[in-house]
């Protein structure tokens, strides 16, 4: 079935620097979405990404959708350590009618104040 | 703040027993779903909901039954579980599902369960 791999497992930054996650597919995605989850708490909705080559922004955070729409980032400018918590990226599951999301395995950022 | 509620949020039980995890949104969505989640490990689904009607059954073992008695409530009955099945269950929400793209999914804070 439809994979989204997640690179990097992990990361540690020090406060104030960037951090950058990546989602790829094998096949074309349809959207792509973005959930944070913070230590202890339960995802949370970040965004959706649905065009080509789609870029939003939320402060500072930056979503990007590929050209292919077979990948995706996420980058945070300036990280916080309110920034700490598990990024995963989220696709429709590969098929005809498939609904289903597949959670991509998630990159978990460590902030060193 | 979720806008999903789940209870318990934390369940200690035995192998034998019977238990029941509730799940309640009232932001009108018409699809609920079931999640396991465990350690350091995505959202792994379980079931859809649509219209309180099972839309997805992820080859659950039977010893989790759902339910969706009205819109508003999702229920995951548990039976004669198993160590392995100790995990954090996550319910979550979104307006519609199974058409054009995926909603955004509203988790709730979900229930830490323990099989002794």
């Known amino acids: 079935g439809q994979q989204v791999m997640q690179i990097p497992q992990y990361q540690h930054v020090q406060e104030g620097e960037d951090f950058t996650t990546y989602c790829n597919s094998s096949?074309?995605?349809?959207?792509i979405q973005w959930y944070k989850q913070r230590p202890g708490g339960h995802p949370v909705f970040l965004i959706q990404?649905?065009?080509?080559?789609e870029v939003k922004k939320q402060k500072r955070l930056t979503f990007q959708f590929g050209e292919a729409k077979k990948n995706s980032s996420l980058h945070i400018t300036a990280t916080q350590t309110t920034d700490v918590g598990t990024y995963f990226c989220?696709?429709?599951?590969?098929?005809?009618?498939?609904?289903?999301?597949?959670f991509g395995k998630g990159t978990k950022l460590s902030v060193i104040p | 703040d979720t806008e999903v509620t789940q209870t318990p949020k934390h369940l200690v039980m035995g192998m034998t027993n019977k238990k029941s995890l509730k799940c309640e949104q009232h932001?009108?969505?018409?699809?609920m779903y079931w999640y396991k989640q465990k350690a350091k490990k995505p959202p792994e689904l379980m079931f859809v909901?649509?219209?309180?009607?099972l839309s997805i059954n992820e080859s659950v073992p039977s010893r989790f039954s759902p339910e969706c008695p009205n819109s508003s409530l999702l229920n995951l009955h548990l039976h004669a579980l198993q160590p392995e099945d100790s995990a954090l269950y996550l319910c979550?929400?979104?307006?519609?599902w199974g058409t054009g793209n995926n909603q955004p999914q509203h988790f709730g804070d979900g229930t830490r369960l323990s099989i002794l």
């Open positions: 979550a929400s979104s307006p519609r």
């Open positions: 096949t074309t995605l349809s959207n």
């Open positions: 990404l649905v065009k080509s080559g």
């Open positions: 989220a696709g429709p599951r590969s098929g005809a009618g498939s609904y289903q999301l597949t």
């Open positions: 932001m009108g969505h018409r699809a």
């Open positions: 909901y649509s219209y309180e009607k």
